[in-house]
């Protein structure tokens, strides 16, 4: 290849050339030299010539009205040596490829010295009379003397194919060929990518289409879905390379549509439906890498993602609706939903692992949720009670990192319930029970679950739900106030009327004096520091411990500790922390136990130490008791088994009437020291 010499810094109008007259000049003994150099240089002989003497031939031309002359005979002198000799060469040449790309390479050179020759004919003739440059000529008779040649056109465009369609068959071929002759053709466009269409993309493209749709018919008659996505994904990989490392980057686009046109589109739904091995089956399977597949080579597609998740759909309703119309009596709350969750948690390790956590997987799987849930009426209530169980046990225990894991997955259902209302009233309820009757909830776990709740329906959703948290906080400081100023031994909780599902108990009870001024002392305490509040005791709340002493046909009754309620703006409650158990301690006569009952209980049986019998109506009529919150104390306290009943009654039945007769049960046993009488309904509930 011959050097090419930069004269731009040392060329210029001569300094001295004397003003000769057109006449002296001799136009063509300086053309004669212009022509012999130019031709020279085409056939890579430029040595020895005198560059700088060659610019002054023809800025002379220029200068003296020559440079049509100059102009068209360096367009004639080009035209010839493509015409006769590169043609020729190229067309008889064994390795055409390697020939074209030679010639091309030669040609390139050539025009940039002839050029820097003719470089005052560019800024003044062709800028003058409005014709392409001397570099872009050169391009021009490329393009009109060997590219527009139907010989070459085919040839080229068929090497080209051919070389193709071995590397698709796996053989190796010259790739820099490939992309030299691309880049020529892009470069002859001058700007366009007609050249490079019209001899070879538009072919290429129609018979890519017609390979990749022999290619999938033949593998989607061979092979599994499974085994499909993988050598589709590597048909995608191995093409686009190809384009990018030889071909023009524009041709990828186009052939990316024909491929998801041919390699996906027209048969995705058979492979994603397959039964024996789609994406259901995959789902069941756990195949996670095999899913990420087919989500990465249906992605690419226009609906590629719309048939994947309709066929989640399905699965993830199959499997709920059969969950949530089970037979009431295999329906367990807290399994069921336990269920639900494992099944959203298994999709969304494949939303994560597979799908990319993908927006419109995680929108079909929040809306198969909803639609879930909405199927068992009783789902509100479920939820909850799958909550308070939780919360009730403090997660079993879990690590931190899994106690938030299972919030989410209960947010995530929450969420989804289209009747939160209904779930609110059930939570305040299983909230209420737990703040007042759980010696094991965790107020940093119910602050955590209610956040997280705020966070989804609002704040106005939780708000009572945040006022008897923040009342379980100021009772906690009330009584480390009270201890201070008291010696009686309790535990207070002081409630928000307005917060607490609660049917307020306005009735004036008849409390018994021998444990009247232990209420009275805290009355008189929290009244004093806060005069314009109401207290209301609410003794059907509440809960208490009592020695017990059963003496053959008697009971001596002994308060130990209480556990009572007061509403104003608030409610409160006494308790005290357990005994270790020992057993109920006896003699030939006595048996003693501490029981464990509400504060409605506790004053009901301190009306035994005075009687052995009371008729209900009396019992009423002594504490000035509603008859409703009366009946459920003495149901929970006679009318289970008889040896668990801490009162006998007469007639022995469940049904509870004014003139029913109730007294000591003699016969009451437990092996423990400790007996906890349920209630029959710990909280009055808001219906």
């Not at 249906?298 to 037979?327: H, I, P, V, W």
């Not at 739900?465 to 106030?481: C, F, H, K, N, W």
């Not at 002994?558 to 357990?578: A, N, W």
């Not at 048996?591 to 019998?613: A, C, D, G, H, P």
């Amino acid at each position: 290849m011959c050097p090419v010499m930069d004269l731009r810094p040392v060329l210029g109008v001569p300094a001295s050339c004397p003003r000769m007259a057109v006449d002296v000049i001799n136009v063509n003994n300086l053309w004669e030299l212009l022509k012999n150099a130019i031709q020279k240089i085409q056939v890579q002989e430029s040595d020895g010539l005198s560059f700088e003497e060659l610019y002054r031939h023809a800025y002379t031309m220029v200068l003296h009205k020559q440079g049509e002359k100059l102009y068209k005979g360096v367009q004639e002198v080009i035209t010839e040596h493509l015409s006769s000799r590169v043609l020729k060469d190229v067309l008889n040449a064994p390795n055409f490829l390697q020939k074209m790309n030679q010639a091309w390479a030669d040609h390139m050179d050539a025009m940039v010295m002839t050029k820097d020759i003719v470089m005052y004919l560019d800024r003044v003739y062709i800028q003058t009379n409005r014709v392409p440059g001397v570099y872009h000529l050169g391009l021009i008779l490329f393009r009109s003397c060997i590219l527009g040649n139907a010989c070459v056109q085919d040839r080229l465009r068929q090497t080209l194919l051919d070389m193709i369609a071995l590397e698709r068959k796996g053989e190796v071929v010259d790739r820099n060929a490939i992309r030299s002759v691309c880049q020529m053709m892009m470069t002859l466009g001058q700007g366009s990518r007609s050249v490079y269409e019209e001899n070879f993309e538009e072919t290429f493209l129609d018979l890519s289409q017609h390979f990749f749709k022999m290619e999938n018919q033949r593998f989607i008659d061979e092979k599994s879905p499974i085994d499909f996505t993988k050598k589709m994904e590597a048909r995608f990989l191995e093409e686009t390379e190809r384009v990018r490392s030889c071909l023009d980057k524009s041709t990828e686009e186009p052939l990316v549509r024909i491929m998801e046109e041919e390699l996906i589109s027209k048969h995705m739904k058979n492979v994603v439906t397959a039964e024996s091995s789609g994406l259901i089956h995959m789902l069941q399977e756990n195949k996670t890498e095999d899913l990420a597949s087919m989500y990465k080579l249906f992605s690419r597609t226009q609906g590629g993602m719309n048939t994947m998740c309709e066929c989640l759909s399905t699965y993830l309703r199959d499997q709920g609706t059969a969950l949530m119309l089970k037979k009431p009596k295999n329906m367990n709350p807290v399994s069921l939903v336990q269920a639900l969750l494992n099944l959203t948690a298994h999709l969304d390790h494949f939303l994560l692992e597979s799908f990319n956590n993908d927006k419109e997987f995680k929108q079909t799987i929040t809306r198969d949720l909803e639609y879930l849930l909405s199927l068992n009426p009783r789902s509100p209530e479920f939820l909850s009670l799958f909550i308070d169980n939780k919360l009730r046990r403090r997660f079993h225990g879990l690590p931190e990192k899994e106690v938030e894991w299972n919030v989410a997955k209960v947010i995530q259902l929450f969420r989804s319930l289209r009747d939160k209302d209904a779930f609110r009233r059930y939570y305040s309820q299983h909230v209420a029970n737990r703040l007042l009757y759980s010696r094991n909830f965790s107020q940093e776990y119910e602050m955590k679950m209610v956040s997280q709740m705020t966070a989804v329906a609002g704040a106005e959703f939780t708000v009572k739900l945040q006022g008897m948290l923040a009342d379980m906080s100021t009772s906690v400081t009330t009584m480390e106030e009270y201890s201070q100023a008291s010696s009686v031994e309790l535990t207070v909780k002081i409630l928000t009327n307005g917060y607490w599902p609660v049917e307020l108990d306005l009735n004036k009870y008849s409390i018994p004096s021998s444990i009247r001024h232990t209420f009275d002392s805290f009355r008189k305490f929290y009244l004093g520091k806060h005069p314009d509040r109401r207290l209301i005791l609410q003794p059907h709340m509440g809960m208490a411990e009592v020695n017990a002493t059963f003496q053959s046909s008697a009971e001596t009754v002994k308060t130990s500790s209480y556990t009572m309620s007061l509403f104003t703006v608030d409610v409160l409650y006494f308790d005290e922390q357990e005994e270790e158990d020992a057993g109920g301690t006896q003699t030939s006569s006595t048996s003693r136990y501490i029981l464990q009952v509400s504060t409605l209980q506790m004053i009901v049986l301190i009306l035994f130490n005075k009687r052995e019998t009371w008729t209900f109506q009396e019992i009423q009529q002594k504490l000035n008791v509603r008859k409703a919150p009366l009946i459920s104390a003495l149901q929970s306290l006679a009318c289970g088994s008889r040896m668990h009943n801490v009162l006998s009654k007469e007639p022995k039945s469940k049904e509870i009437k004014k003139d029913h007769v109730f007294g000591v049960n003699d016969q009451f046993s437990s092996r423990r020291r400790k007996v906890k009488i349920s209630s029959v309904q710990n909280l009055p509930m808001f219906p």
